[in-house]
């Protein structure tokens, strides 16, 4: 991985130490997992600022098959956590599930997850969605398995080939069976979206109101104290309004006005 900083950078100081520490214990892994780091700001060095499109400082950038795959870090900033983030994505992109307990393990309800079910681990649907699970491993978390019986939602008598994604929220989960690794990506996102995405002061849903704000999707938002005596009947109707656009390319946010006065800034 790729620290690119600039030595007057007040967060780039912060994350120094943690960031060494994690390069230490790394370099220790089987594979060992290197961490560099480059000034962005030396003259020698612009050229790979640009070519990482670093536009803020510090920028992490995941490199792999000597730079030919490049991600984004989206992982935490302490050495602890970044030790277990860069450990999961050293190994495979996707983890094969070969029980219940496995599948457990990977879908905790917390956050989304893809499995692919196949009735082989060959062919092209396979190789297909082995490269979604490669372009998508920093955002996602990925498992394969031969036996649908070993997930905890859904038909578990489907052979597949078939993708399911799992996540914490509506209807919990969906299936989709179009390989083309485009037509899975469109999938893996709209369906990582909540159909109205809950802004408030829980810190898991924060992922999500950063994801409805990147996304290219036109937005509706409705902000409102929602703690007050009636709310519950405004909000259905929003969530009925979302339900009937679902699909269209809109993208629908609640807010939780003293949670969300950011938003207005």
Do not use: W
């Amino acid at each position: 991985m790729h620290c690119f900083e600039y030595f007057r950078c007040g967060h780039c100081k912060n994350l120094a130490p943690e960031y060494e520490k994690a390069a230490s214990i790394l370099s220790k892994h089987d594979p060992p997992v290197i961490l560099a780091k480059v000034d962005a700001n030396e003259e020698a060095n612009k050229y790979l600022a640009n070519e990482y499109e670093v536009r803020g400082y510090p920028t992490l950038r995941i490199l792999r098959n000597g730079g030919k795959n490049v991600q984004e870090y989206k992982g935490p900033r302490e050495a602890d956590g970044i030790v277990e983030y860069l450990k999961k994505q050293s190994g495979p992109a996707s983890a094969e599930l070969k029980s219940a307990e496995d599948a457990s393990n990977l879908i905790d309800g917390k956050k989304i997850v893809v499995v692919g079910v196949f009735p082989k681990f060959s062919g092209e649907e396979f190789e297909s969605y082995m490269a979604l699970a490669e372009k998508l491993r920093s955002d996602y978390e990925f498992g394969h398995t031969l036996d649908a019986k070993h997930l905890p939602r859904g038909e578990s008598s489907v052979t597949g080939p078939v993708v399911r994604l799992f996540k914490p929220f509506d209807e919990l989960f969906v299936d989709f069976k179009d390989f083309n690794v485009e037509a899975l990506e469109k999938f893996v996102a709209e369906s990582s979206m909540p159909l109205v995405t809950l802004f408030n002061k829980d810190p898991s849903n924060h992922p999500f109101v950063i994801k409805f704000y990147n996304s290219p999707n036109a937005k509706a938002m409705l902000f409102a104290n929602l703690s007050v005596e009636g709310i519950d009947s405004l909000t259905s109707k929003y969530r009925e309004v979302a339900e009937q656009y679902k699909g269209q390319g809109i993208g629908f946010l609640l807010g939780d006005l003293e949670a969300s006065q950011a938003a207005f800034q």
